[in-house]
T-cell receptor
């Protein structure tokens, strides 16, 4: 069974500052990793995903994440955030042989002017 | 381009009442899911389906039932509503195969009083 831990429940940051949202996972098998974003009063949408290959994955809106197998981490980064990045971000994991995706508890990103 | 459509968007139920949340997708996805989202808890899988006529329990199935008579529709029924079922419910779908993106509806806000 897999599990996902998002290490920060809330991250306040000033506009144009860099941000990192942390995600650790546990699994006894190979996994696929995802970051989803949820804007207020909306459903989740995919930011990026890691399936295989390069451990640095680039997504939409300037976000990127790095898969670190030895640290079992998949942290999300953006070098310069905008007010419009204010949202809740979910890390998720699924095993490569299955179809059930497990979501973390979410990290609420507040971008302040 | 509708994607995943959920109805109703908001509903208030009295304790003991029953209701059905409707979900339809127009992407011909085999997999469909129902999640509930509670503050600080992330998304919990209620039920899922891998195709018409096939459903299975997720992490938190108690108090709910589902059916999947067609590829497009995946209704969620709440029997004997309880305050603990106050939550935001998301229907989602994905293509067959692991590692695929999950597409979410916009959510249904349910309050049980």
């Amino acid at each position: 069974a897999q599990s996902v831990t998002q290490l920060d429940s809330q991250v306040p940051v000033f506009e144009e500052a860099p941000v990192e949202l942390r995600c650790n996972y546990s699994s006894s098998v190979s996994v696929y990793l995802f970051w989803y974003v949820q804007y207020p009063n909306q459903g989740l949408q995919l930011l990026l995903k890691y399936l295989s290959g390069s451990t640095l994955v680039k997504g939409i809106n300037g976000f990127e994440a790095e898969f670190n197998k030895s640290q079992t981490s998949f942290h999300l980064r953006k070098p310069s955030v905008h007010i419009s990045d204010t949202a809740e971000y979910f890390c998720a994991v699924s095993d490569t042989g299955g179809f059930k995706t497990i979501f973390g508890a979410g990290t609420r990103l507040f971008v302040k002017a | 381009n509708a994607g995943v459509t959920q109805t109703p968007k908001f509903r208030i139920l009295k304790i003991g009442q029953s209701m059905t949340l409707q979900c339809a997708q127009d992407m011909n996805h085999n997999y469909m899911y129902w999640y509930r989202q509670d503050p600080g808890m992330g998304l919990k899988l209620i039920y899922y389906s891998v195709g018409a006529g096939i459903t299975d329990k997720g992490e938190v199935p108690n108090g709910y039932n589902v059916s999947r008579s067609t590829t497009e529709d995946f209704p969620l029924r709440l029997e004997l509503a309880a305050p603990s079922q106050t939550s935001v419910y998301f229907c989602a779908s994905s293509p067959m195969g692991s590692g695929n993106t999950i597409y979410f509806g916009e959510g249904s806000w349910l309050t049980v009083v």
